[in-house]
């Protein structure tokens, strides 16, 4: 099983990459997409790191719905 500190960091190295591939010579509806996939990602990291309480998240994505 893949230790939740290791997931986490992949993830959040795809939404940099997601993020990064985005910035350059995309249209709305890609930009549209990827931002979809990043805040996705985001909610994941955001339950890993619920239950381990020495993971950063990033607060500057804003997600739907926040946490209570």
Known sequence: MIDETEL???IESKQFE???NNS???DIREYSKT???VEALE???RL???ESEDLEID???MLGK???
Do not use: H, R, T
Request: aromatic share 24%; proline share 0%; glycine share 4%.
């Open 24 to 26: 350059f010579d995309k």
């Open 48 to 50: 890993i790191a619920k």
């Open 59 to 61: 607060n500057s994505i």
């Open 35 to 37: 931002k979809g996939q």
């Open 8 to 10: 986490f960091y992949k």
């Open 43 to 45: 909610w994941v990291k």
């Open 66 to 68: 926040e946490w209570d």
């Open 18 to 20: 997601l993020d990064y």
